[in-house]
């Protein structure tokens, strides 16, 4: 056998024939049926073997018979033979009848081994009857049968080496046994060369049986990996989407499976009976782009070289699935084209993925809207073609408020509201995008300003529409900033960030307003985004400080408390107020940040002042709104080591106006936990009474407005009246703002205020000179306040 063969079977080919020969094999049903390959191999030349053996008797009969008389036991010998032929031959004519067998067992193996012994050892007799006293004629043909047989014999057993061995080892010994009865000189020499000539014969005996027990192995192995294959491909049709498909050369359907059949709506017996190309054309979708595909496979069939990936659309019970087919020509032995093999894929759930991530490379998935990245390309071509045009940004007043108490989800629907009504409001060839967050922009190819205009009015009415978001009715307010090209801009990155700079001057003008860009406001526009820069880097690079106003009882002119007040000093515009950069935190969303540094701030600051001294920190209503601000507030006291009752929160009516269950809430928990709480600047907003009922509040905070006019206006002198006496009715406390004379304090006094605060009691203090200050007023006498006479007659200038 060749050595590249043997290495491609690794048996262990002495182990693995004896094993066969034995009956012994690793695989038990390898071998029974290498075993019956091996007798059908023997059983196909048997009738030419009994007929050659039936020849040669009559030969060696007439040969005897011409020289004298046939012996009787040559005719007993002859008769011998001839039955064991006639018996082969029946045995080889019912088997012949049968089916073939799949196995032999190793009785079947013996069985062949005892016949072929039986046969020889018949043959074996013959050369020591005839050759010591035949005539030299007689012992010529006795030589050449007993050689001749020993050839064809072992040949025609090579297939059974065991039975082939037997044979020739025993017809051997017969001719040997011969040689020495015979009297002649050679008959050593001759015998010598009857050995090796018998060994020559077992030697191709038992190389023929290697080969042909290897043929069987490699039948056997290659039969086993068909069964594999075929496993394997029947579980890829079940458990995959894809298809295997086979074409022959008259370009129809062969092997079809029943998954193909069932993706073909057909039965598999009926789609060979048409060309693939004709089944694909009715069920295509029908429109060109399908039709184009089914040519395309068709050029490709013509071709005959492999191709991959040729997308073909086919409609079935109403749905198009998209499938792609990959596939190699099939040849035959002259080189000829014989068909196709391949395999289709259905890629319909991944061409949709792909139109998907495409979609959301260009829009955005909330809300179906172009994204930044499309309203600056389509922005950019609009430019180069010269088109005359208006950029608007909008961004929604309060957005953060909305996330903040109501949840993420609102927030998310809100948008997906805001979206729609902008899309409803704008003309068809206008494009709506959503920068980002809460930020969106129209793109409109209307250039005159009245045009301009009135579109912004449309969307600003549009989105005051309210807005149901689980149950709570919001309404959406926005600001717009106007842009227009080519006077505000001529590229891309210059008309927006003028739009942007037009959007803070319409936030700074009071929201819900429509502002066209000038050159005036860029320099404002860059001072409140140098500060919004600068409060986030603020927040850690110790530039916030607070400091403390002392409060001021009127009755005993002692320290009661202070308020917290935040200062900044930003590195380049210097101390920036709190009027100007609150705003900007609150539009940035820095409110929230900022709140809890001020909270823990002043908590661990106050810890160290006397115990019977309170701490004021103002609130924003953006942060108190935010989810669980009580707990916030009450482990930053806890963290400070500050009791609850000598914290006040300070609220404005901006909070107390939106009445959402969510701030009551909140309120009664900083209640019950023991902080005080306190309505700042009474009197300026609404004012309206049932606050003081609804909300839990123990302070009323007297608005330096009026405090500043008490000695003007009688006016205000009844105004303040009233808010004390207001507050002494509801046993609340009261603290005027602003007390910058003592005449001020001299008719708060005689109206029964509590305390005060301002520049007569002191300035803002830094936190390491609230000690001295707290020492130097230690003991102080209250001092002598006089009214003085108002300086216009008025109807209710009296001091009662």
Known sequence: ?????????????????????????????????????????????????????????????WAVGVDGAVPGPLWWWALA??????????????????????AASVKALHHATLNAAVLAALWAVMPPLLFPSGSHGVQLLVATVTTGMICAGGFALATVPVAGTAYVVVLTTGA???????????????????????????????????????????????????????????????????VLWELGADGRLRHVSQRLAEQLGQRPETLGTRLLTDWLTDLLPGDDESRGHVQALRERLREATPFRDQLLPLQ???????????????????????????????????????????WLAHNDALTGLANRHQFRSLLGQLLAQETPLAVMCLDLDHFKAVNDSLGHGAGDALLRSVGERLTTAVRRDDTVARLGGDEFAVLTRAHAPAEIAALAQRVLVSLRQPCELGGQTVTARASIGVAVAPRDGADVDTLINHADVALYAAKAAGRDEVRFFDGAMAQSTRRRVTIEHGLRQALTDGSLRLVYQPQLGLDDWQVAGFEALLRWQHPLLGEV??????????????????????LARACREAARWPAALTVSVNVSPVQATVPGFARHVTDAATAAG??????????????????????????????????????????????????????????????????????????????VRMIIGLARTLRMQTVAEGVEEPAHAAILSRYGCDRVQGWLASRPLEADAVADYLASMDGHARPVFEIPPPTAPMPLDTVP
């Open 316 to 358: 079935r019970d109403g749905q198009v699935r998209w499938w792609s087919l990959s596939a190699k020509p099939l040849f035959d032995d002259a080189g000829r084209p014989a068909g196709w093999r391949g395999v289709a894929s259905d890629i319909t759930e991944a061409r949709r993925a792909s139109h998907r991530l495409r």
């Open 81 to 102: 033979v001839a039955g064991v032929g006639v018996r082969g031959l029946t045995g080889w004519w019912r088997q012949r009848q049968r089916v073939p067998r799949e």
């Open 642 to 719: 500050l009791p609850m009752a000598r914290l006040e929160l300070e609220i404005t009516e901006s909070l107390l106006l939106q009445e959402r269950d969510a701030t009551v809430q909140t309120l009664h928990e900083l209640r019950n936990a023991g902080a005080r709480l306190a309505l700042d600047d009474f009197g300026t907003g609404y004012s309206a009474l049932s606050y003081l009922r609804r909300f839990p509040l123990q302070t009323l905070k007297i608005d330096r407005s009026f405090v500043r006019e008490l000695g003007a206006r009688g006016d205000a002198r009844e105004i």
């Open 577 to 598: 107020p709190p009027a100007e950069f609150v705003p900007v935190a609150e539009d940035a969303g820095l409110m929230p940040e900022l709140g809890t540094w001020v």
């Open 1 to 61: 056998m060749p050595r590249s063969f043997r290495r491609a079977l690794p048996i262990h080919w002495p182990r693995a024939l004896s094993a066969i020969a034995a009956g012994v094999a690793v695989e038990p049903a390898t071998a029974a049926r290498i075993r019956a390959r091996q007798l059908q191999a023997v059983g196909r030349i048997t009738p030419l073997a009994m007929a050659a053996n039936l020849l040669n008797v009559v030969l060696v009969l």
């Open 176 to 242: 040997a046994v011969a040689l020495m009865l015979a009297p002649l000189a050679l008959a050593p020499m001759i015998g010598g060369l009857l050995l090796i000539y018998g060994l020559i014969v077992l030697g191709i005996v038992w190389s023929t049986a290697r080969l042909f027990t290897g043929r069987l192995l490699a039948e056997a192995e290659a039969e086993r990996q068909n069964e594999v294959i075929g496993l394997l491909l029947r579980d890829f049709e079940e458990n995959t989407s894809d």
